[in-house]
């Protein structure tokens, strides 16, 4: 099995890089000029999307393939405050760039959109805007020239005191989405809400791919193993290809460890990588090829500790500085 690593948003390596730089809306309300200050946020956000493009050099120089880009790349999109404003068409040949970039060097880009972007909410002004938000993020990677290999990880949300009747709504809602939304989302469990199962059983109705969370699963879970799991996880992954190609898509997990005892949900610095590597290990004989994303404080520094950690396993063949074969 091969497997790759990747990283979110940001780098401890790469400095004055933030790809999250914004704007309050009490900052941008209080400017008489509206129109300096829509030119103010677009420039914020062309910075935004540059350092993005220093961000995939620095993975390019360190044969990183798999990347999240920040969901704040432009600030204030959506909001009430910018009725009318469409930041896309200004900052296309500064997405263009980016994209070809990551084109270029066959990287695997994805977003995941905020916690308040739900679709099993019963309040209809939290729908309109997570429908905005989904359809802010596909517009993102339309605009880099991205196809529908670069995906939108969710999760299902919240249970609102009716898990079941919560997730008819999801499911629902999700299905109605329009196609060039769809066929970019992914489906994660929570660490609290919808495990695993439930989950992986609500991306086979739907026909989305599942990102498994092993952390999440650990803290949250139905009594089946992840490894149980993993032969219908991975069928959900059927039919993906890569950019512009007919290669299978790889599956992507999300790996992080706890933060301590106190706090088993929250994400520590670095990764453990015993437990990762007993997951990979289960699996590697039905796994041909495995993309796993680092949610952890250090960013990309966890994704070095941890190839430097799998270095010392015997049944471990670097390939390069940030993948490895099992």
């Given at each position: 099995m091969i497997v790759r690593l990747g990283y979110v948003a940001m780098s401890m390596r790469v400095q004055n890089a933030s790809p999250s730089k914004t704007m309050t809306a009490t900052s941008f309300a209080k400017l008489e000029d509206r129109e300096a200050a829509i030119r103010k946020l677009e420039r914020i956000a062309s910075e935004n999307i540059h350092n993005t493009l220093r961000l995939l050099k620095h993975n390019r120089a360190y044969d990183i393939q798999l990347y999240r880009c920040s969901s704040k790349l432009i600030p204030l999109f959506n909001h009430e405050l910018l009725a009318g404003w469409n930041p896309i068409d200004v900052l296309k040949d500064n997405f263009a760039e980016l994209g070809a970039y990551a084109k270029e060097h066959s990287m695997r880009i994805s977003f995941h959109p905020d916690h308040f972007t739900v679709l099993s909410t019963p309040r209809e002004e939290v729908?309109?805007?997570?429908?905005?938000?989904?359809?802010?993020?596909?517009?993102?990677?339309?605009?880099?020239?991205?196809?529908?290999?670069?995906?939108?990880?969710?999760?299902?949300?919240?249970?609102?005191?009716?898990?079941?009747?919560?997730?008819?709504?999801?499911?629902?809602?999700?299905?109605?989405?329009?196609?060039?939304?769809?066929?970019?989302?992914?489906?994660?469990?929570?660490?609290?809400?919808?495990?695993?199962?439930?989950?992986?059983?609500?991306?086979?109705?739907?026909?989305?791919?599942?990102?498994?969370?092993?952390?999440?699963?650990?803290?949250?879970?139905?009594?089946?193993?992840?490894?149980?799991?993993?032969?219908?996880?991975?069928?959900?992954?059927?039919?993906?290809?890569?950019?512009?190609?007919?290669?299978?898509?790889?599956?992507?997990?999300?790996?992080?460890?706890p933060k301590n005892e106190k706090d088993p949900r929250g994400h520590a610095d670095f990764i453990e990588a015993s437990v990762l590597m007993e997951f990979l290990r289960s699996i590697a004989a039905i796994t041909p090829r495995l993309d796993v994303m680092i949610e952890a404080k250090k960013k990309d520094e966890a994704l070095f500790k941890l190839m430097e950690d799998v270095r010392a396993h015997p049944d471990v063949r670097v390939l390069t500085q940030a993948s490895f074969e099992l």
């Open positions: 729908l309109r805007n997570s429908l905005l938000d989904l359809d802010k993020h596909a517009s993102m990677l339309e605009a880099m020239g991205l196809d529908l290999s670069a995906k939108n990880n969710i999760h299902i949300g919240g249970t609102y005191g009716n898990k079941q009747t919560a997730l008819e709504r999801f499911i629902d809602r999700f299905t109605n989405l329009p196609d060039r939304v769809r066929l970019r989302m992914t489906l994660e469990n929570d660490d609290k809400t919808f495990t695993a199962l439930e989950t992986l059983e609500t991306c086979e109705k739907v026909g989305a791919p599942m990102v498994l969370d092993i952390h999440h699963h650990q803290v949250n879970h139905s009594g089946e193993s992840a490894t149980e799991l993993w032969p219908r996880i991975m069928h959900t992954w059927d039919g993906q290809t890569e950019q512009h190609s007919d290669r299978p898509l790889p599956p992507k997990i999300h790996v992080s460890s």
